[in-house]
């Protein structure tokens, strides 16, 4: 399974059935940028990054999700 049906048939139904995007004032933010990316030096810097979800409550950023393919460790870097 790769990433796009990992989070399709497992996080996104689990988010929803936890109430996220559901209960007022919560929100999921998709491939939200978390960083410009890293400072390389003479003023640029290297890739930007992003976090597959981002949920906010209340305009509140609370917490980052990161999906992998099902064949990855959950503890494997962003391979």
Request: hydrophobic fraction near 35%; glycine fraction near 10%.
């Given at each position: 399974?790769n990433?796009?049906?990992t ?19 919560s ?30 409550y ?22």
């Amino acid at each position: 399974m790769n990433e796009a049906e990992t989070r399709a048939e497992h996080i996104d139904p689990a988010l929803k059935a936890a109430g996220w995007g559901v209960v007022e004032g919560s929100r999921i933010r998709r491939e939200y940028p978390i960083t410009l990316g890293r400072i390389e030096g003479h003023g640029k810097r290297g890739k930007a990054l992003t976090a597959d979800y981002v949920l906010e409550y209340r305009n509140t950023k609370l917490a980052v999700v990161e999906a992998k393919a099902s064949r990855h460790r959950h503890d494997c870097g962003n391979s």
